[in-house]
């Protein structure tokens, strides 16, 4: 019993050791300054070898009835789904249901070039498989059921982007294929094969495949900013399916990827597979550096929500962060966290606007065009926000810095309009681009 105590009290100090590499206090003022200034919703965890070490949540889940989110809301999660997705077909294997080398065509032969894709291919999107979601009527059917016969046919449809398996590039058709093949080789439902096999065993009990968000289950809606919160729609659940249909909190987040590496549901094999990057893409992984660290995860989004969750292996320290409303870029976040845990620091964000009238933003109103580069960008307004749309992407609020300068920190576009002229300079990623008004 004595030795008992020793250990435990060894653990307990450990991890309260671990915590105080991070500046809490900092972090806290930087959720105060983002909730301050509406550009973040949404709630952060991070632990160290299964001990959490921080948590955050600001926002609401339910702007319209002001129900405040807590560190159990649950988010739609996108494309982290593709983690447990990957998860359940390397469990396939194992079991013997699945081979990585087996032929597309053994299920679904309609679909262009089937013979020449893998399991595999699926996987590391390397199958040349058309992505739905980047097709121009997306966005007419996203909200509507779509019977999986439906979304077979539509996949089939498509022409392919690139002999499979010499290139590679990302496609959630990939995904949702890998769906209905492991409810195919089951003869079970995806949601039911969620939860046998990770959910359950691993007690997440806020994580499921999602359906209608029901707010009285402590489900978040999601927003977009356009000078206030605005209500975004639903895309149905029956069309991401394993590529982006799971619903999870960054809690549950942190337990499933920290068991993942600790081969708690796959072998040390399955997951030295799963770790292998080709052309930038594991099986369902991604590999994402930090100074001279590294961490594999995923990114996610769908809809308002934005979400991302990663493992830094050498240092057991696991990270998830969703929103449900963004005026700022998750990344930024990210990297605040990690400059902390890791002594480099970071800096508070400063969101000094100023104030300008409807009329003060009717000089900037136009269509512009540049010689530096194709899309053209059209500046209009809301009221008193000014907003920029390029051509073939939606609108995005633009800040005041002064009376002609403008930001969206989101992107980090910086938009000024040259005084006296019909020109604007925007620069972003460290370049400048010259549109003049049409």
């Not at 499921?208 to 489900?219: A, R, V």
């Not at 930001?407 to 938009?415: H, N, S």
Request: hydrophobic content about 35%.
């Amino acid at each position: 019993m004595k030795n008992l105590i020793i250990t435990t009290s060894f653990i307990l100090l450990s991890a309260i050791c671990v915590g105080q590499k991070l500046n809490t206090k900092k972090l806290d003022s930087l959720f105060q300054i983002l909730e301050q200034n509406d550009k973040f919703m949404g709630s952060l965890a991070v632990s160290q070898d299964g001990n959490s070490i921080y948590e955050k949540t600001i926002g609401f889940k339910n702007l319209e009835d002001s129900i405040k989110s807590n560190r159990n809301t649950k988010y739609r999660i996108g494309s982290i789904s593709k983690m447990f997705t990957a998860t359940l077909v390397l469990k396939a294997v194992e079991e013997n249901k699945l081979n990585l080398d087996q032929s597309l065509k053994d299920f679904y032969p309609e679909v262009v070039n089937s013979g020449m894709i893998t399991i595999k291919s699926l996987l590391n999107h390397s199958s040349g498989i058309h992505d739905f979601t980047r097709n121009e009527d997306y966005l007419k059917w996203n909200q509507i059921k779509q019977p999986k016969d439906k979304m077979i046919l539509r996949i089939a449809n498509y022409t392919s982007d690139f002999t499979p398996n010499s290139e590679s590039e990302y496609s959630n058709s990939n995904f949702v294929l890998l769906t209905y093949i492991l409810e195919d080789v089951y003869k079970k439902p995806f949601t039911k094969l969620l939860k046998e096999k990770i959910t359950d065993p691993l007690r997440l009990t806020n994580t499921f495949y999602g359906g209608k968000i029901d707010s009285k289950n402590n489900e978040a809606y999601s927003y977009t900013y356009l000078g206030k919160w605005n209500k975004e729609t639903e895309t149905d659940i029956s069309i991401p399916q394993g590529a982006g249909a799971i619903v999870s909190t960054p809690g549950d987040l942190n337990v499933f990827i920290m068991a993942l590496f600790n081969e708690n549901i796959i072998t040390k094999s399955s997951l030295d597979q799963m770790k292998n990057i080709e052309n930038g893409y594991g099986l369902g992984l991604f590999r994402f550096p930090y100074a001279d660290k590294l961490s594999y995860g995923h990114t996610g989004g769908v809809d308002g929500f934005r979400s991302s969750t990663r493992l830094f292996p050498a240092d057991k320290l696991a990270i998830s962060l969703m929103s449900n409303g963004i005026n700022y870029e998750n990344d930024d976040i990210l990297l605040a966290v990690l400059g902390s845990y890791y002594g480099q620091g970071f800096d508070l964000p400063n969101f000094n606007t100023v104030e300008l009238t409807e009329k003060d933003l009717e000089i900037f109103l136009g269509t512009y065009s540049s010689l530096q580069i194709p899309p053209k960008i059209i500046i209009s307004k809301e009221g008193s926000t000014l907003l920029a749309q390029a051509t073939g992407q939606s609108a995005f609020p633009l800040e005041p810095r002064s009376k002609n300068t403008f930001v969206f920190e989101k992107a980090g576009v910086k938009i000024e309009f040259k005084t006296g002229t019909e020109e604007m300079i925007m620069k972003q990623g460290g370049k400048e681009f010259l549109f003049s008004k049409e």
